[in-house]
Nanobody, 121 residues
Framework: EVQLVESGGGLVQPGGSLRLSCVASGFTFSDYAMSWTRQAPGKGPEWVSDIDSSGDITTYADSVNGRFTVSRDNAKNTMYLQMHSLTLEDTAVYSC??????????????WGKGTQVTVNS
């Protein structure tokens, strides 16, 4: 059974940082690209970032480029999202997802339940 479990969310002040983790199980993690998406209150899902299976190729939404960094440790079956310079607009539930391919296609077949990130002074 594929499982994706996010952690690391919380309450942070504007300008602060957080690191999210996504632990995967039930499939060969190193064979698949992975993605982060987020959903803010009252809004639809927004793709944030993805990383290919090897971790060599990463892409970001314009809204987070230069502030967020995605990475992965295939030995630990874990993907990370390091977030800096957080703003109120980053408040959302952040979820990780498994791509259907080793390269990031943005077509995902499994999602985690998400972790809440709240940016508030």
């Amino acid at each position: 059974e594929v499982q994706l479990v996010e952690s690391g969310g919380g309450l942070v002040q504007p300008g602060g940082s957080l690191r999210l983790s996504c632990v995967a199980s039930g499939f060969t993690f190193s064979d698949y690209a992975m993605s982060w998406t987020r959903q803010a209150p009252g809004k639809g899902p927004e793709w944030v970032s993805d990383i290919d299976s090897s971790g060599d190729i990463t892409t970001y939404a314009d809204s987070v480029n230069g502030r967020f960094t995605v990475s992965r440790d295939n030995a630990k079956n874990t993907m990370y999202l390091q977030m800096h310079s957080l703003t109120l607009e980053d408040t959302a539930v952040y979820s990780c997802s498994k791509d259907v391919s080793s390269g990031a296609t943005k077509e995902c077949d499994y999602w985690g339940k998400g972790t809440q990130v709240t940016v508030n002074s």
